[in-house]
């Protein structure tokens, strides 16, 4: 199961996992984008496919939608938490109080929703794995980044308190921590503001959504004993959240 599944990390993984072989269940807002999606899946990896126009900000939509999967798409094995959004760059005292509201209900609330519907049921078949997508965000604020950030070490230290409640089960736990990687993040946060959007990635190479999703998928295809905690990935012209290295335009 991959929430976020109609674009960017989410819809690299969709594809990465169905040319594994998965069964997949989709999950997004924009369920227009999610039947496209799992149209060419299937046409180019006869992939089988439930999909579930969801926000998991609501909670009990999540709940319902959890419960709805039919039977034989129950037993989830791998949950791919991907559903995220970073709202506005303004300084504390000048933020839209609004874009805090929305980041919290869908980084935080909407992680723990979605991970508290489906791991009763890893631990009672004593087996899945909870592969989340936390932010280079997470391990340190930036300038005008409060509330993401915050949003973002809350998936960190989340991530560490389920595993650790999880020790003794078969469940594996997972973070995955993306620097920059060019998606619709950057519009999504400048609400719609392209030009603005294009100059965060301009001057260097950013990671792309495939990237973040080979890691997902290697996490996920190790040996049983084996669990990859955390990974923290960035450019090669990137060395912490608010340090890169931009190449003068030709």
Request: charged fraction near 25%; hydrophobic fraction near 45%; glycine fraction near 8%.
């Amino acid at each position: 199961m991959i929430t976020g599944a109609s674009s960017g990390i989410g819809e690299a993984c969709a594809y990465a996992f169905a040319q594994a072989g998965a069964r997949l269940i989709l999950a997004a807002r924009r369920g227009d984008r999610l039947e496209a999606l799992a149209q060419d899946l299937r046409a180019e990896f006869d992939t089988q496919i439930h999909l579930i126009t969801l926000d998991v900000r609501d909670r009990a939509a999540v709940e319902a939608a959890i419960a709805a999967i039919p039977e034989e798409w129950s037993a989830i094995d791998i949950l791919v938490n991907n559903a995220g959004l970073s709202r506005g760059l303004e300084k504390f005292h000048q933020a839209d109080i609004q874009d805090w509201e929305e980041m919290i209900d869908t980084n935080v609330k909407g992680l723990l929703y979605v991970t508290r519907a489906v791991v009763p049921g890893m631990v009672a078949r004593d087996r899945g794995h909870v592969i989340n997508i936390g932010s280079i965000a997470g391990r340190a604020a930036y300038p005008s980044g409060h509330v993401y950030c915050g949003s973002k070490a809350a998936v960190r230290s989340i991530s560490e308190g389920l595993k650790q409640d999880l020790l003794g089960t078969a469940v594996r736990v997972s973070l995955i921590e993306p620097g920059l990687v060019e998606t619709e993040f950057s519009e999504v946060r400048f609400h719609g503001d392209r030009d603005r959007a294009k100059a965060v990635y301009q001057g260097l190479t950013p990671l792309i959504g495939e990237d973040i999703a080979d890691l997902v998928l290697f996490c996920a295809t190790r040996p049983p004993h084996v669990n990859i905690s955390e990974l923290l990935v960035v450019p090669t012209d990137q060395a912490n959240a608010t340090l890169v290295h931009r190449r003068p335009a030709p």
